[in-house]
T-cell receptor, first 115, second 113 residues
Framework: DGGITQSPKYLFRKEGQNVTLSCEQN?????MYWYRQDPGQGLRLIYY???????QKGDIAEGYSVSREKKESFPLTVTSAQKNPTAFYLC??????????????FGQGTRLTVV | RKEVEQDPGPFNVPEGATVAFNCTYS??????FFWYRQDCRKEPKLLMS???SGNEDGRFTAQLNRASQYISLLIRDSKLSDSATYLC??????????????FGSGTQLTVLP
C-alpha cells in the first residue's frame, strides 16, 4: 500500500541529545514537509523540500536540520540547540503538478518528549 | 498579519446545527486551497479541496472568495462525529518557485448531543 510512514511513533530524548525522526514515502511525491504542532496549536513549518538534495527553511527551522538524499526519504534531526523540542512532529508529502497545488498527505506523526 | 488566519473558535454547537468557519489568506497569487480535519492526537486528513469558486461534498461546502481573500467551510446537519479541529491550508510560492503549505491555526468544533 502506498503511503507515508513516520517512525518512531513515540520518542523520548534526554536534554542535550540529538535525535533523528524518520519519514519515508512510497507515493513518488516530489515535495516533502516537516511540521511541528504544540498542544492546542496549529501546524508550524520547519523545513520543506521539492527535489532531492535541496530543501528550504520554514518558519521555525532553528535547532533543526534535514537531508533529502533520496526522493523517498526526508529525515529530521532535532539538535540540542532546539531549546523546547517536546512536541508532535508531522511529516507530509505532496506531488507537484505544474501550477496547480495538490493536497498533502501526512504520516501518523512522532510524539517527542524531552525527559 | 499572518499569512493564513482562521476563526479563533472554539465552536460548540448542538447536533443538527449548521456551522461555518472562515479563513483569510494574504497571498493573492494562491490558486488552490484546502480544508483538513484533525482529530485529537492524530494527523490531519484532507476534507476538501477548493480550486475555483467552491466545492460541495454532502453536508460540507467550501467556498472561495478571491476578491476578499477568504475561504469558508460550511457544515450542515452537524453530527457528533464532526467534532474535530478544522485547518485551512494555503500553498504559498516562495523564492525559486518552491511551494510551502501554510496552515491556519485551526478551529475547534464540538458538536453536542
Amino acid at each position: 500500500d502506498g503511503g507515508i510512514t513516520q517512525s518512531p511513533k513515540y520518542l523520548f530524548r534526554k536534554e542535550g541529545q540529538n535525535v533523528t525522526l524518520s519519514c519515508e514515502q512510497n507515493l513518488n511525491h516530489d515535495a516533502m514537509y516537516w511540521y511541528r504542532q504544540d498542544p492546542g496549536q496549529g501546524l508550524r513549518l520547519i523545513y520543506y523540500s521539492q527535489i532531492v538534495n535541496d530543501f528550504q527553511k520554514g518558519d521555525i527551522a532553528e535547532g533543526y536540520s534535514v537531508s533529502r538524499e533520496k526522493k523517498e526519504s526526508f529525515p529530521l534531526t532535532v539538535t540540542s540547540a532546539q531549546k523546547n523540542p517536546t512536541a508532535f512532529y508531522l511529516c507530509a508529502s505532496s506531488p507537484l503538478q505544474g501550477a496547480l497545488d495538490t493536497e498533502a498527505f501526512f504520516g501518523q506523526g512522532t510524539r517527542l518528549t524531552v525527559v | 498579519r499572518k499569512e493564513v488566519e482562521q476563526d479563533p473558535g472554539p465552536f460548540n454547537v448542538p447536533e443538527g446545527a449548521t456551522v461555518a468557519f472562515n479563513c483569510t489568506y494574504s497571498n493573492s497569487a494562491s490558486q488552490s486551497f484546502f480544508w483538513y480535519r484533525q482529530d485529537c492526537r492524530k494527523e490531519p486528513k484532507l476534507l476538501m479541496s477548493v480550486y475555483s469558486s467552491g466545492n460541495e461534498d454532502g453536508r460540507f461546502t467550501a467556498q472561495l472568495n478571491r476578491a476578499s481573500q477568504y475561504i469558508s467551510l460550511l457544515i450542515r446537519d452537524s453530527k457528533l462525529s464532526d467534532s474535530a479541529t478544522y485547518l485551512c491550508v494555503c500553498p504559498l510560492i516562495s523564492s525559486g518557485s518552491a511551494r510551502q503549505l501554510t496552515f491556519g491555526s485551526g478551529t475547534q468544533l464540538t458538536v453536542l448531543p
